[in-house]
């Protein structure tokens, strides 16, 4: 009788076996022509994208500089802020009535919470292993509701918004040297020209007015008569005053 002949051998699942082989990807250089190293070869060329798409911003950066304003000034009620172009789409929908006023908590905390609240919990309703958006209607949807949203708030800001009073009232102006004691600053403070031309003569909803090159019969000219932004007959003094003030304005530097 053989050894082994007639005999059947059972595996028992609990014994773990002591010959199973670890389970180890093969090495990259069994598959020839599909595979790299990670380093050097896969890394630097990470790295050389990455330096190009660097160099390009930075270009770029030189190129195009960021916009700079005035110093912020808190005094400055006339001032209208602005949030950056990814905020824009917020800044619009506190504009609106049912967002604003004695409901801006609605619009500030209800309405974007319940917006990403949403998208959070999409993952969770749709649970479809499908590909294809037209499959999935329920994120698809959220998604293009989220998107369109957000175009459309961007698009109204910046359409409604006066861009160039923006830049007028954060223009950078050199700061000008004036008298506060002398009668000219004291009918400028007194006036309501201040309200739109700043407490230093740096301007705010109207231009600057230091350095204007005019002369005193055409700075009153302009008081009387308006020009651009600026009504007709905005000085509320005197003839006497106005005189006096367009003197004044006329030699400041």
Known sequence: MQR??????VGDSRIKATNKMPNVPKDYSEYPGKTEAFYPNFLLKEWLVGAVFLIGYLVLTLAHPAPLERQADPTDTMYTPVPDWYFLS???LLKYSFASGPWNVVGAIIMPGLAMGALMLVPFMDTSKER?????PLPTAFMLLAVSALI????????????EAQKIQGAIVEEVEFDME???????AESSCIDC?????EGGLGPSLAGTGLEADEIVKIAKEGMGAMPPDSFDGTDEELQALAEYISELE
């Open 4 to 9: 082994g002949k007639g005999m059947k051998f």
């Open 152 to 163: 459309y708030l961007t698009w109204e800001s910046v359409a409604n918004h006066d861009w």
């Open 132 to 136: 294809r958006p037209i499959k999935r």
């Open 182 to 188: 002398s009668e000219g600053y004291s009918i400028y």
């Open 90 to 92: 917020m800044y619009q």
């Open 197 to 201: 031309h700043g407490g230093s003569f």
